[in-house]
């Protein structure tokens, strides 16, 4: 088993930034890819980021491209969501995933092994 759970979050006013973070213990070895995925109020959970544990691929859905950076720091066993330029559209429950097919987060949920419990980003207008 791996458990997955997040920190960061928040409040912010658009146009500013967060960092969340997500922290991964237990059979730490038993994933290839970690990343985020979020749900906003009476919509589906959808993909956001993604990164190969061996940091060769990173991916991010269309809604984020150059504002949200993933990063992973292999010797903590974290996975980090850079958040620039939020929106009020960017407001949801934010969920870390982690998967043991290299590329299979971007695909969507069905995908996904593991999740953490999420963490609430309100961006005001």
């Known amino acids: 088993q791996v458990q997955l759970v997040e920190s960061g979050g928040g409040l912010v006013q658009a146009g500013g930034s967060l960092r969340l973070s997500c922290s991964a213990s237990?059979?730490?070895?038993?994933?290839?890819?970690m990343g985020w995925f979020r749900q906003a109020p009476g919509k589906e959970r959808v993909f956001v980021a993604g990164?190969?544990?061996?940091?060769?691929?990173?991916y991010y859905a269309d809604s984020v491209k150059g504002r949200f950076t993933i990063s992973r720091d292999k010797a903590k066993n974290t996975v980090n969501l850079k958040m620039n330029s939020l929106k009020p559209e960017d407001t949801a429950v934010y969920y870390c995933?982690?998967?043991?097919?290299?590329?299979?987060?971007?695909?969507?949920?069905?995908?996904?092994?593991?999740w953490g419990q999420g963490t609430q980003v309100t961006v005001s207008s």
């Open positions: 237990g059979r730490t070895f038993g994933y290839a890819a």
């Open positions: 990164i190969r544990w061996s940091g060769d691929r990173i």
């Open positions: 995933a982690a998967d043991r097919d290299p590329d299979g987060l971007r695909v969507g949920v069905s995908f996904v092994d593991y």
